[in-house]
């Protein structure tokens, strides 16, 4: 039996102006979609083109959600987004052009050539970088709201994670300290129904991943992730909760991962029936349509930000690959903290 709270889906503008968004923010929000997709869609040609080391992941399907989250974060907030969470590094001003630098192992990527293709942030934009064994990202999390509890700073952290990760310790044990001590954290599983090929009835034997909130103290809530808006009112709710004292909130949002887990899985065992149904909410498509019906988008508003976005892709494609490779004998610069990095705040 279900025990979170399951969210309503978002309905006229006056609700979602009750939220926070006027009509110029909206226009912007929908702005930012196009720009994570289509980021990762012209990753993708890069890796065909053999231009991105290692393998590939995209968060399609999940776009509408991470931009929503990154959306209602305030300024001085921090998080810990994923390789499904490109849209949170867009919304935080990741420059595109740095995102593909990152992406070919330039030395204009975030992370200035090391590491991963997609283990990227920007710390001076509240951003922490992923590792590959995902569920450890929330207990730093965790550590950033324990540190802002001690500092009394009225700031929040966000900690990202799949529905397999759940299965984790690290998992577990972040809840538990966030919810004994009532940290400002607040919890975002991605839910996109397969842990790699696991579906997840095999994965937990609760009606939802967010069930569990309530035995560490703290509420649970479901929300349809193609839903921006649903997402976006959640997210700002939970997180203007936890800045009042309020504690911590597990948000699972339910998507479906629209490509296999990386560019090397074809997803052939996700049965054609359900890639049909979900592909019908496409989170693009479906706040698109709502913009239209609700915000009185018009033709010509809509090609000028298609077109707008379609040149800053362009631009910076051509920048990207303008980005040297990284000299060798920086190999170890930025890897390991200096006494100075320590006594500055990430986020300053």
Not at 8 to 23: C, I, Q, T
Request: hydrophobic share 40%; with cysteine; proline share 5%.
């Amino acid at each position: 039996m279900a025990i979170a709270r399951e969210a309503e889906p978002v309905g006229s503008l006056r609700e979602v102006r009750e939220a926070g968004l006027d009509r110029e923010d909206l226009l912007d929000v929908y702005r930012n979609l196009l720009l994570t997709r289509g980021v990762e869609e012209r990753g993708h040609i890069l890796y065909r083109q053999g231009k991105i080391p290692g393998s590939f992941y995209t968060g399609r399907g999940n776009e509408g959600a991470s931009v929503a989250v990154a959306t209602a974060m305030g300024p001085d907030d921090v998080g810990t987004p994923l390789h499904r969470d490109m849209g949170v590094h867009v919304v935080r001003g990741v420059e595109p052009w740095r995102i593909f630098a990152q992406y070919m192992g330039r030395a204009d990527g975030p992370t200035r050539g090391r590491d991963g293709n997609v283990h990227m942030a920007d710390a001076k934009l509240g951003l922490i970088a992923m590792v590959s064994h995902l569920p450890a990202m929330l207990p730093v999390a965790v550590g950033c709201a324990l540190a802002f509890r001690i500092r009394d700073e009225k700031r929040v952290a966000i900690g990202w994670f799949g529905e397999g990760a759940s299965a984790r310790g690290d998992c577990h044990e972040a809840m538990t300290l966030a919810g004994v001590r009532k940290l400002p954290v607040v919890f975002v599983c991605d839910n996109n129904q397969w842990a790699y090929s696991t579906p997840s009835h095999l994965e937990f034997a609760t009606e939802h991943v967010a069930d569990r909130a309530e035995a560490y103290g703290f509420e649970g809530i479901v929300v349809d992730g193609t839903d921006l808006l649903a997402v976006y009112r959640e997210a700002r709710r939970a997180i203007e909760k936890a800045r009042a004292g309020g504690g911590p909130t597990l948000i699972e949002s339910v998507t479906l991962r629209m490509e296999g887990h990386a560019v090397h899985d074809d997803a052939f065992y996700v049965p054609k029936e359900m890639f049909e149904k979900w592909a019908e909410n496409d989170p693009l498509e479906r706040f698109r349509t709502w913009l239209r019906q609700n915000a009185d988008m018009s033709d010509d508003e809509e090609e000028e930000i298609s077109g707008v976005v379609k040149k800053i892709l362009n631009d910076a494609l051509k920048r990207a690959e303008e980005s040297p490779l990284p000299d060798t004998s920086s190999l170890t610069e930025g890897v390991y903290a200096t006494a100075e990095d320590l006594d500055t705040p990430h986020h300053k």
